[in-house]
């Protein structure tokens, strides 16, 4: 092997293993955190301990985060909902769109990935605020929907790229009618995009500071914000142990993805 090829591999593997490395690291150390058996957030922790988790998990002594975590839950389902709803019949029909029209839909649907949400979410209650609605839970499945639903948008249309046209004609060749054929020949084929769309929409939504803090009312408490009162106060262990959580959750929902959306892509 020449001199440049191990320079390049040296170079390409090394800054590599430093990206991997900068992604993992904070994740390692908040979930090593998360089993202290001291009484604050610290680096290295003071002994091992699920005490914190069996604190989260408390209903008396947690019963305000259990109040936000099931709020959000509900803001996360419902926004998913709302961006199936409309992302995936959009993602399906730029697919049928040619010329122009096709090249200015898709920036229309992906522009609210390109505002910051900090700016979105004072900009919508500004607007909200101009015809009379107050902040509210429902409002913020609306700000979510409208944020995180081109995520769904480009997993959805990803697939919808790569389905075959003829399958769709024989279908109504056959007699079928279109919406028929949509219920039983397209929507089946666009699972993996419509799941893994799914999972990044809750995600975000699950975990939205910026747009949860304009248009949450005072007494609609969701996750992170309630996570950053309890740091600002007190350094509450129990934030790493929701964390903890959180990390399980992601990992499962990825080796699920993983098992669902290989075998389709394989197929």
Known sequence: MANGDRLYRAVVFGLGWLAVAF?????????????????????????????????????????????????????????????????????????????????????????PLVLPTLVYGLAALIAFSNIGLRPSLPLVVLGHVVVFGPLMYRACIAIAQRLDPSLEEASTLLGVGAFMTFLRITLPLMVPGILAGAFLVFMQS?????????????????????????????????????????????????????????PARSA
């Open 23 to 111: 992604m993992v690291a904070p994740v390692a150390v908040g979930l090593v955190m998360s089993f202290t058996a001291g009484q604050t957030l610290k680096f290295p922790p003071d002994g091992f301990s699920l005490r914190w988790y069996t604190a989260l998990f408390d209903p008396v002594r947690s019963a305000p985060i259990h109040t936000a975590i099931w709020n959000s839950l509900q803001i996360a389902v419902l926004t998913v909902l709302g961006a199936f709803l409309f992302a995936m019949p959009a993602a399906y029909g730029a697919t049928r769109l040619k010329g122009k029209v096709s090249a200015i839909v898709e920036p229309l649907m992906l522009a």
């Open 206 to 262: 699950l975990d939205n500071v910026s747009v949860s803090l304009f248009l949450a009312d005072a007494r609609t408490s969701v996750l992170p914000l309630r996570m950053f009162q309890m740091i600002e106060e007190s350094l509450d262990v129990r934030v790493a142990a929701i964390s903890g959580v959180l990390i399980g959750v992601v990992f499962v929902g990825l080796f699920f993805a993983r098992r669902v959306l290989e």
